[in-house]
């Protein structure tokens, strides 16, 4: 009979371990040997990921990208040990699309990495703050111009507004009296 102290081998035997080998012959002779078994495990991890995520900024024109996010059940023989993305925190300064590498490294250090298609937008409007009223003195010429800065009291956005607008600037006489001007502010994004 030949045996050994151990035949099957799992995820939880890689590495270097000893087992023993036994020999014995019909008068029932024994000799025993150590033998140092070592268990690889050379399988790379199975990627499994969204092929395009969205990713919304927040009111402070920040978001934060996690591996699980792009994730659609990657796997590995043994486990997977260290999850990676080349960028999770992303600003204004990200906004549009971009690529972002998913990488995944089992305990033996078999990588596998793919790129998944990423789009940071802002999807949040300008906050407006102007005054409720304001009056605009003619010159000499019976002229005036209004800017946007003179209604606007601390307006803000997550990222920047890009275009501020009046609905009217210029104004004469023909203007005297009390009328509307609409105070609009767009960001980057529209």
Known sequence: DKLLSK???TCVDLGTSKITFSAKDASGNTSTAEVNITVLDEVKPILKTKAAYTLKLDAEGKATLSWEDLDEGSSDNCSIKDKLLSKTS???ADLGTSKVTFNAKDASGN???TEVTLTVVDEIKPI???RSAYILKLDAEGKATLKWEDLDEGSSDNCSIKDKLLS???FT???LGTSKVTFTAKDARG
Do not use: N, R, V
């Open 7 to 9: 035949t099957s081998f």
């Open 90 to 92: 992303f600003t204004c």
């Open 111 to 113: 990588t596998s990495s």
């Open 128 to 130: 407006l703050k102007a």
């Open 168 to 170: 009217k600037t210029s």
């Open 173 to 175: 006489c023909a203007d």
